[in-house]
């Protein structure tokens, strides 16, 4: 079984900057494919970075160069570092992880934190 637990959601004035973390409770970094993704209010769960198990990276367009993912290996982290945040990136951030890429992309994965929520304030 693998636990999930985000955390460094919280309230931020557009163009500013948070990290989400993603604590796991076993070594899943390299061996899964893991992603953030976001709920906004009304809208549907929607991911916006996925991290494959070769360390490469996919971004949502509405993300690109703004949002950064990346895992700690040591700690079993991953991170996601939000950049010139605007007030759409609002919404609840979820991470998630699978051993299938399709599923991470298409938000079926098997495993799913509790998610943080994060606030963007013009």
Do not use: H
């Not at 959601?9 to 500013?16: E, F, I, N, T």
């Not at 040591?74 to 051993?99: F, H, I």
């Amino acid at each position: 079984q693998v636990e999930l637990i985000e955390s460094g959601g919280g309230s931020v004035q557009a163009g500013g900057s948070l990290r989400l973390s993603c604590a796991s409770s076993t070594d899943v970094l390299g061996r899964f494919y893991m992603g953030w993704f976001r709920q906004a209010p009304g809208k549907e769960r929607d991911w916006v970075a996925i991290i494959n198990r070769d360390a490469s990276t996919d971004y949502a367009d509405s993300v690109k160069g703004r949002f950064t993912i990346s895992r700690d290996s040591p700690s079993n982290t991953l991170l996601l570092q939000m950049n010139s945040l605007k007030s759409e990136d609002t919404g609840m951030y979820y991470c998630a992880a699978d051993y299938r890429r399709d599923k991470v992309e298409f938000g079926r994965p098997d495993y799913w934190g509790q998610g943080t929520q994060v606030t963007v304030f013009s």
